[in-house]
């Protein structure tokens, strides 16, 4: 009932800006929080940042600076962007909805991914 489609990504150069989108649906819907992992190979999948419902926003892995999470205001909709981009940030980006729909059923449910390359 909950799906969360991702768009965005792709090849970029280091200093450059990327803007990812991630757009939630389902019935009757209420975001709590909205959520941006990434996801090197070979690592694990790290919080890069996420924005409540409230629009408070906390940044993972001293990012803050760099990328901006927002959303609009049905908060069904957010997006991450990304400047200055390094190679580090080179991952698969995943957007993570937290929730409820219907009537209070919990959910949360995961993009399908985004390949960000940081590459010269």
């Known amino acids: 009932q909950v799906q969360v489609v991702q768009s965005g990504g792709g090849l970029v150069q280091p200093g450059g800006s990327l803007r990812l989108s991630c757009v939630a649906s389902?019935?009757?819907?209420?975001?709590?929080?909205m959520s941006w992992y990434r996801q090197a190979p070979g690592k694990q999948r790290d919080l890069v940042a996420k924005?409540?419902?409230?629009?408070?926003?906390t940044y993972g892995d001293s990012l803050k600076g760099r990328f901006t999470i927002s959303g609009d205001n049905a908060m069904t909709t957010v997006y991450l962007q990304m400047n200055n981009l390094k190679p580090e940030d080179t991952a698969v980006y995943y957007c993570?909805?937290?929730?409820?729909?219907?009537?209070?059923?919990?959910?949360?449910?995961w993009g399908q991914g985004a390949q960000v390359t940081v590459s010269s």
């Open positions: 389902g019935e009757t819907l209420r975001i709590n929080v």
């Open positions: 993570n909805a937290d929730g409820w729909f219907g009537t209070n059923t919990k959910f949360g449910r």
């Open positions: 924005i409540s419902s409230s629009g408070s926003t």
